[in-house]
């Protein structure tokens, strides 16, 4: 199947041409003829599937006909980084047909947003906050939306969104077409999808799989060994895109400058930093001039970055759909990926959920030559580190774990 089934406008199509589609990934083959069919679509897929183009295709088709210069598709993203990433995804399949989009988030000055708002375009992604700002500040008008997309909405629910998408829901026409896509679906979203979404066609394409272009490694280790076996990890990767987890954002910072002082070109993102850094930060990594990105789960679905190599989790997930989600930030595009997490004794639980969930157990490893029996530096103390002074078991203190430990490949 090719995209031209789907009687696509030429514009359109040169624009698809100039990106480098080729033919449509599942979702984007059950999704965009119903979107074109004007249905509203409930879209369950993990991330890296092709989900925005699978409602920009659509909606930039819908947009060839009837008035330009007004606002008429509305999307809502949960993160900054995500709502950016979906408006160049517009611009760019859509410049040949002149359709504009804009984007609107916090952290950066509202001056130039209510510009870009003022601009006649006809597009606008934005995150819920930073766009009931620009609604009760008078500077955007939604009446004339025909169509809203709710992203990522099990992202927006766990970062507490909720509250702002239904005030957004009382604000947009009643008339309109709503596209609502999730990686999961807890019952509470399930709630807001019954209220928002009309008669809904369900698209679901293996929502809860991990990618199958990705290979999964655990490398179990001591807590205050960690970050020796990340460093040692990164030394033996041969690839220049590696996208390490944290559980935290001070962590995030820390582990990015012990990295940096490693001598690898490493930036954090997490959400102390300021818009601009974190944009100068995700920049260079896309760029190749950042190598290593170390980041809190701000970015485990807001970041598209084809090149990824290696994912790797320094700290173990808190769900397993966390996991999958974390883990699809590689193998992008048909192409394959590691997935390396490093896991103590208290990670065993996770462990054996996220493997439930996978289906398959995940083979664990050790790297040849790294001294696993190391003592706990006496001074240094770190969130990551036991408490000072705490003697070194030499013995292996997670053996009933590691039993089941593999030689590396």
């Known amino acids: ?28 083959k059950e999704a965009i003829a119903h979107v074109m069919a004007g249905k509203d679509v409930l879209g369950l897929a993990q991330t890296g599937t092709g989900k ?23 999307v809502v993203a949960p993160t900054r ?29 509202m001056g130039p947003q209510v510009q870009a708002l003022r601009g006649r375009c006809e597009i606008v992604v934005a995150c819920p906050g930073r766009l009931l700002d620009h609604m009760g500040q008078g500077t955007f008008s939604a009446k004339s939306v025909e169509v809203l997309v709710l992203d990522e909405a099990d992202q927006m629910f766990d970062m507490g969104f909720l509250p702002s998408i239904r005030q957004i829901l009382a604000k947009v026409p009643a008339q309109r077409q709503t596209l609502l896509f999730s990686a999961t679906m807890p019952d509470q979203l399930r709630g807001l999808a019954h209220e928002c979404l009309k008669n809904p066609v369900t698209v679901q394409v293996k929502h809860t799989e991990a990618l199958t272009t990705v290979t ?28 390490v987890f944290t559980r935290t954002k001070h962590r995030a910072k820390r582990i990015a400058d012990k990295v940096h002082e490693a001598g690898h070109a490493s930036a ?15 920049d260079g990594f896309r760029s190749g001039k950042v190598h290593v990105l170390v980041a809190t789960d701000i970015a485990a679905r807001g970041l598209d970055v084809s090149q990824i190599s290696h994912v790797i989790n320094y700290d173990i997930t808190d769900t397993p759909e966390a996991y999958v989600h974390r883990i699809g930030r590689t193998g992008r595009a048909a192409k394959t990926g590691d997935a390396y997490t490093l896991v103590t004794g208290a990670d065993a639980d996770m462990i054996r959920v996220i493997e439930r969930k ?14 696993y029996r190391a003592a706990p530096k006496p001074h240094g103390h770190s969130p990551s580190h036991g408490p000072q002074g705490t003697p070194a078991k030499h013995a292996n203190p997670h053996r009933k774990f590691w039993r089941q430990r593999r030689r590396p490949r």
């Not at 698809?16 to 080729?22: F, I, N, P, V």
């Not at 398959?360 to 790294?370: A, Q, Y």
């Open 1 to 28: 199947m090719s995209f031209d089934a789907f009687g696509l406008h030429p514009q359109i199509v040169a624009g698809l041409k100039a990106q480098g589609y080729q033919t449509p990934t599942p979702i984007q």
């Open 52 to 74: 925005t183009a699978a409602f920009a295709l659509p909606i930039l088709q819908r947009l060839m006909t009837g008035p330009r210069g007004v606002v008429r598709a509305l």
């Open 81 to 109: 980084e995500l709502a950016e990433q979906i408006r160049v995804v517009f611009s760019e399949l859509g410049k040949g047909a002149g359709l504009r989009a804009a984007s609107v988030y916090g952290g950066v000055s």
């Open 216 to 243: 999964h490694s655990l490398y179990p280790v001591v807590e205050h060994l960690k970050t020796p076996l990340l460093l040692e990890l990164l030394k033996r990767i041969d690839s220049e895109s590696v996208l």
């Open 268 to 282: 954090s993102l997490q959400g102390n930093l300021s818009q601009n850094r974190r944009k100068a930060a995700l």
């Open 358 to 371: 996978l289906g398959k157990s995940i083979p664990r490893h050790t790297l040849e030559g790294f001294d």
